[in-house]
């Protein structure tokens, strides 16, 4: 039986959010490591796209959800008249369900039946390995399986502006390590208690010799 070429054309859909779209970064270097000649569209947030916008040799749709349907129509009219080898569509939420009608492809990878939502399962016709209490890096790693590959490492190698890496040593001077702590999720059940953090926080300091600084937002729950 001859085996199927590899693909040369993939397009990656996940849009949101910021924590979640870095842990696509690990799977598009296991892309690239599998499949070098391929081309690589990622369909990415408008937020999201300048963490890693900077990637080199990707090739970005920027989606803007604040624009309601024009952001839809915006995505469709960049993607028309184009065909790809495969979808990887890595969200299931509605809007990003009725974004991934704009992709035409041969292969649709989506979630298993336990992890797919809102009609995710109409829009693909291939599943990643059914799989209970996975990470969601490990889960998006996933997505390779289908295609004969496994992400057997875990790089981000996120490129960093010279101005950014400026800005940070001007914030975080010195040459002692630093532990940000970014102690605020949009979703509560992910926080941790002020203690854990702290005790989190005291290792840091006094066991290890590290400094430790507090990132976040101005909203009121991150105050």
């Not at 952001?71 to 509605?94: I, K, P, S």
């Not at 295609?147 to 975080?172: F, H, M, Y």
Request: one cysteine or more; a positive charge; aromatic letters at 6%.
């Amino acid at each position: 039986m001859t085996a199927a070429p590899p693909p040369a054309s993939i397009c990656l859909l996940r849009t949101s959010a910021l924590g979640d779209v870095t842990h696509v970064v690990p799977l598009i270097h296991t892309l690239r490591g599998g499949f070098p000649q391929a081309r690589l569209t990622w369909i990415v947030g408008k937020l999201e796209y300048k963490l890693v916008g900077d990637l080199p040799d990707i090739e970005f749709v920027v989606f803007d959800k604040s624009l309601g349907l024009e952001g839809l129509r915006t995505v469709r009219l960049a993607l028309e008249g184009r065909r790809f080898d495969v979808l990887l569509h890595m969200q299931v939420a509605l809007r990003a369900n009725v974004l991934s009608l704009g992709v035409h492809a041969r292969r649709r990878i989506g979630y298993d039946h336990a992890r797919a939502k809102d009609l995710h399962g109409l829009t693909v016709n291939e599943r990643i390995p059914a799989r209970s209490g996975e990470h969601v890096l490990d889960a998006i790693g996933s997505f390779a399986e289908p295609l004969g590959l496994r992400q057997t490492s875990v790089r981000w190698d996120l490129p960093i502006p010279v101005e950014a890496a400026a800005w940070a040593a001007d914030q975080l001077p010195g040459d002692a390590p630093w532990l940000l702590i970014n102690a605020a999720s949009s979703h509560g059940v992910r926080n941790w208690f002020a203690a854990g953090y702290a005790a989190v926080a005291d290792h840091a300091q006094q066991a290890l010799g590290w400094r430790v600084a507090l990132t976040g937002g101005p909203s009121k729950l991150e105050r």
